[in-house]
């Protein structure tokens, strides 16, 4: 039995067909046409989670100004906001994300906007406080795309 068994053995040929490895590289192309796209998403997603790191603490920065300068934004830009927090950056740069404008709303100064650039996925991510109510609002400009979600609401 056992010798029956090896002389079949040695007569057929073992291997892989054409067809089969055919069906396998399709498998493979499939699934590499799936993850690679994800995974340049995801990619896109974690330089606006830098952006938004950075309106973040830009807001903190705001709000110390406003503290340090008797409850307003007066007279805010983004050079103030860099002297209160280093890490605010103001500096133009074809990756990092920095803060593009920072300015006073309402009349009477107790509102503000600021706005963080990621140049990495051209998105814009801003932070404004409504003047009298105190509502704070967080957009961005390509919903849908990257860290700017579908609604371009980005505080949730």
Same mark, same amino acid.
């Given at each position: 039995?056992?010798?029956?068994?090896?002389?079949?053995?040695?007569?057929?040929?073992?291997?892989?067909?054409?067809?089969?490895?055919?069906?396998?590289?399709?498998?493979?192309?499939?699934?590499?046409?799936?993850?690679?796209?994800?995974?340049?998403?995801?990619?896109?997603?974690?330089?606006?989670?830098?952006?938004?790191?950075? /309106?973040?603490?830009?807001?903190? +920065?705001?709000?110390?100004?406003? *503290?340090?300068?008797?409850? @307003?934004? %007066?007279?805010?830009? &983004?050079?103030?906001?860099?002297?209160?927090?280093?890490?605010?950056?103001?500096?133009?740069?074809?990756?990092?994300?920095?803060?593009?404008?920072?300015?006073?709303?309402?009349?009477?100064?107790?509102?503000?906007?600021?706005?963080?650039?990621?140049? /990495?996925?051209?998105?814009?991510? +801003?932070?404004?406080?409504?003047? *009298?109510?105190?509502?704070? @609002?967080? %957009?961005?400009?390509? &919903?849908?795309?990257?860290?700017?979600?579908?609604?371009?609401?980005?505080?949730?």
């Amino acid at each position: 039995m056992i010798l029956k068994l090896r002389q079949r053995m040695a007569r057929d040929e073992s291997g892989f067909t054409l067809v089969e490895l055919l069906v396998v590289m399709l498998i493979i192309g499939l699934l590499a046409a799936i993850a690679i796209p994800a995974f340049f998403n995801q990619r896109d997603k974690a330089k606006d989670a830098s952006a938004k790191e950075m /309106a973040r603490t830009a807001e903190t +920065s705001m709000e110390t100004y406003a *503290t340090d300068n008797g409850g @307003t934004y %007066s007279g805010v830009n &983004p050079a103030a906001l860099n002297g209160i927090e280093q890490t605010v950056s103001v500096t133009t740069s074809t990756s990092d994300p920095y803060v593009s404008a920072a300015a006073s709303a309402g009349t009477n100064n107790k509102g503000w906007t600021l706005t963080v650039q990621s140049p /990495a996925t051209g998105n814009t991510f +801003s932070i404004a406080r409504n003047n *009298t109510s105190g509502a704070v @609002t967080f %957009s961005c400009t390509a &919903p849908g795309t990257a860290g700017c979600p579908t609604g371009g609401d980005w505080a949730h």
